[in-house]
């Protein structure tokens, strides 16, 4: 929900958020909860019965990365809001034994069988939200089995027994869940298979309600046994093919079969004594590294957090990065180069994020004045879940899911429990463009998991889910941590900024020209309110776009975790 700006409502929730709370030990009115700390193990999800089964793992001798798989598969049975095994997957891994950070991009591709050209002939001017169309492989059971490949040490069906046995027995659904869950039945029950598997009767399953899910359960129970193939090659593979041919949709037995994820090198930039580490495009990580080194120009040593110079340099600085995002971030296999030249799609990272490029763009803020419309930079040659796990022996994990857009497509084949990502949505049909739809493409992405690193050792694993939210928070978050001097749950908890408008990679490709809109999230004081107005921001009141926070950080000295979970959702932070 968004309504326009009411100076005196806005006024009186702003004064109530940031009221000092004298009754509190910590003296931060925004924290919610201490962090949580633990010596062996760490795990940080949106539902804390799957914080609880990735605990169970590392207590049965499972590695974070088992943990992360097995929280995964439950927040896919728990949150089918946010994701399921019918969408895609990133993820970092600080391998202790290497003292490495890992990262795999587990996007998939668009349907061999669907074209650009397919699209103009049938009068689409961009992608539809659900249905068939928008429906891109599924990458994250692809990307469960390389990582447990590389990391995991327990079998894959000891890895997802608990999620099958809560998918048979049933689990109780959580608040943010069931509200999620019944603003997307009306708008995806048209879609085949949606009513059966994910409705009661029709309707949403209500808070505290038993949800059970039989055919999710026969379906992990089919991979834990049989392996990745089943899921991309077998009788699984099959029915999808099958599916999708009887519904108008071109998805087909052979993209599931070709389907390959990747390992790829993680991109990072220093801020202030710290490493902050992003996957590089397809998806939108480096965004956040982009806004981070603008904003390194600034001593934020003598800018109070929630000050309106604080919002403005922030905001300004998320412009400037989200112009190049439109431009710039694509699949490195079609973009810059059509050759499958890497190389070159390596230097276009490493210039977006270099120090000299930052101060470039940096001079283009006006400290006074609010910018309307920003262009890309010119360069010499592009909902959702969040975990992350920590193990005794050292190896963190982050990790980040999603169907994209709510529950997905809308899309869910019969009798395998999961609805299919409409992450297709992304692409632009629009000819030249970077993001251009073609076949066997991967989309921009905006899920993305963050690591930050301290002296080359692992320091915060943690991420923040929620569309373009994503970068902004990231960033944020990481202001909160070394500016402020914030703990690991006060970053998370602190009144955040949210930017929209800015020019899009995706659909339509509407360019921003009027500044787009500002939400502040309660909790900013109103004479930042009003001071931010006078510099030309246009300010709106946002209910719930800002995101859903998990962390986990290691104390390099003793080993110990600390843990943290925001109020946004439905989560917990847990160790032992």
Not at 209 to 233: C, H, Q, S, V
């Amino acid at each position: 929900m968004r309504l326009s700006l009411i100076a005196l409502t806005l006024a009186a929730t702003a004064a109530a958020g940031s009221a000092p709370a004298a009754d509190r030990i910590t003296g931060r009115d925004f924290a919610t909860r201490s962090v949580v700390y633990a010596p062996h193990a760490m795990a940080a999800t949106s539902h804390p019965l799957a914080t609880q089964v990735a605990l169970d793992v590392m207590k049965q001798g499972g590695s974070a990365v088992d943990a992360a798989i097995a929280a995964n598969a439950a927040l896919g049975l728990m949150e089918p809001t946010g994701n399921g095994i019918g969408g895609d997957l990133f993820a970092m891994v600080w391998d202790p034994r290497t003292q490495k950070l890992h990262g795999y991009n587990g996007s998939g591709r668009s349907p061999q069988g669907l074209s650009l050209k397919w699209f103009q002939e049938n009068g689409y001017t961009d992608i539809p939200p659900h249905g068939p169309l928008p429906v891109t492989v599924p990458g994250a059971v692809d990307g469960w089995f390389a990582l447990h490949g590389r990391f995991g040490k327990l079998p894959m069906a000891d890895v997802l027994a608990p999620t099958v046995r809560y998918a048979r027995e049933g689990h109780p659904v959580h608040d943010t869940i069931a509200y999620y869950w019944d603003r997307s039945v009306p708008v995806l029950s048209k879609w085949p298979g949606f009513s059966a598997q994910f409705t009661v009767d029709g309707r949403a399953p209500r808070t505290g309600e038993l949800w059970k899910n039989p055919n999710l359960a026969n379906t992990l129970e089919t991979i834990g046994r049989e392996g990745r193939d089943a899921f991309y090659k077998g009788d699984i593979a099959r029915t999808i093919d099958a599916y999708f041919r009887e519904n108008d949709g071109f998805l087909r037995y052979e993209d599931l079969a070709a389907h390959q994820g990747e390992w790829v090198e993680p991109a990072s930039a220093n801020y202030r004594g710290v490493d902050v580490w992003e996957l590089p495009p397809n998806g939108q990580g480096i965004a956040a590294l982009q806004i981070l080194e603008i904003l390194e120009g600034y001593d934020f040593s003598k800018i109070e957090f929630g000050s309106a110079e604080h919002v403005h340099l922030f905001v300004e600085a998320k412009k400037l990065a989200f112009a190049d995002r439109a431009r710039w971030y694509a699949d490195p296999d079609f973009f810059p180069a059509r050759d499958g030249n890497r190389e070159q799609a390596a230097k276009l990272v490493r210039e977006l994020i270099s120090e000299d490029y930052a101060a470039q763009r940096r001079k283009l803020i006006n400290p006074d004045r609010a910018a309307r419309s920003v262009d890309a930079g010119i360069l010499q040659h592009g909902d959702t879940i969040y975990l992350t796990t920590a193990d005794q022996d050292g190896m963190m994990v982050s990790l980040i899911q999603s169907n994209y857009r709510g529950m997905g497509s809308g899309m869910a084949a019969p009798g395998l429990g999961f609805i299919f990502q409409d992450r297709g949505e992304q692409f632009v049909l629009k000819a030249g463009h970077p993001n251009t739809f073609a076949p066997g493409k991967r989309p921009f992405h905006t899920i993305i998991p963050a690591f930050i690193t301290r002296d080359g050792k692992p320091w915060v694993s943690f991420g923040l889910m929620g569309g373009a939210m994503q970068p902004q928070g990231h960033a944020q978050i990481v202001m909160n941590l070394v500016d402020f001097g914030m703990n690991l749950q006060e970053a998370g908890d602190a009144p955040r900024i949210q930017h929209d408008g800015s020019t899009d990679p995706a659909g339509q490709m509407v360019e921003m020209s009027d500044g787009g809109v500002l939400n502040l999230e309660t909790g900013f004081a109103y004479e930042t309110i009003r001071a931010l107005m006078r510099k030309g921001h246009t300010i709106e009141f946002a209910d719930g776009p800002y995101g859903g926070y998990q962390a986990i950080a290691r104390d390099p000295g003793t080993g110990v975790y600390a843990g943290a979970s925001e109020s946004r959702k439905d989560g917990q932070a847990a160790g032992y």
